[in-house]
């Protein structure tokens, strides 16, 4: 009877233990690798769409592929509003992102997942909070094991501080 109920109990500590989530806030955890780093400035080299996925708003790539987000913005304005409906808005080329905070999830089914929160910091979306992980790469580190987010080059370029500081703050 004892060798069913530890099997019992193992099984049901491990389908609790892959179903749990821990969110930590790494911003300033310097074991992950990344290049994002909390205050600093970024600028948009080309066009992102705005969409909410999850209740979080996340930069996307025209042409990624993904059959939710356009392929280009004059594609997205010929087809109309109505045909991307998780497109909320379109951050143009230039637009300067300041980068808030950097959380980890952890969870037993899928491991880490990041999220490169920053708040929009001019143009229409003016204080907007978005996340870059989508518009991002991915460095993969060994200690700790993880696949870290990092800037895109063809997607940011990180603005120097006098540049980025003579933006009005929010």
Not at 61 to 79: C, F, H, I, K, L
Not at 85 to 103: F, H, M, N, S, W
Request: aromatic share 8%; charged share 25%; with cysteine.
């Amino acid at each position: 009877m004892n060798k069913h109920l530890n099997i019992t109990l193992f099984l049901l500590m491990s389908l609790l233990g892959a179903c749990m989530s821990v969110e930590e806030d790494i911003t300033h955890n310097h074991a992950y690798h990344t290049n994002y780093v909390a205050g600093r400035t970024y600028r948009t080299k080309q066009p992102a769409f705005v969409q909410v996925l999850d209740q979080q708003r996340v930069l996307r790539a025209g042409g990624s592929g993904d059959a939710r987000v356009p392929p280009t913005v004059e594609s997205y304005w010929r087809t109309g509003r109505e045909a991307w409906p998780e497109i909320v808005g379109i951050l143009e080329a230039g637009t300067k992102l300041r980068i808030d905070r950097i959380i980890r999830t952890y969870n037993g089914e899928v491991g880490n997942t990041f999220y490169v929160f920053a708040k929009v910091m001019d143009g229409p979306n003016r204080g907007l909070e978005v996340d870059l992980s989508m518009i991002s790469l991915e460095y993969r580190q060994k200690d700790p094991v993880a696949d870290v987010p990092v800037s895109d080059p063809n997607m940011v370029e990180e603005v120097e501080e006098s540049e980025g500081n003579q933006m009005l703050q929010p």
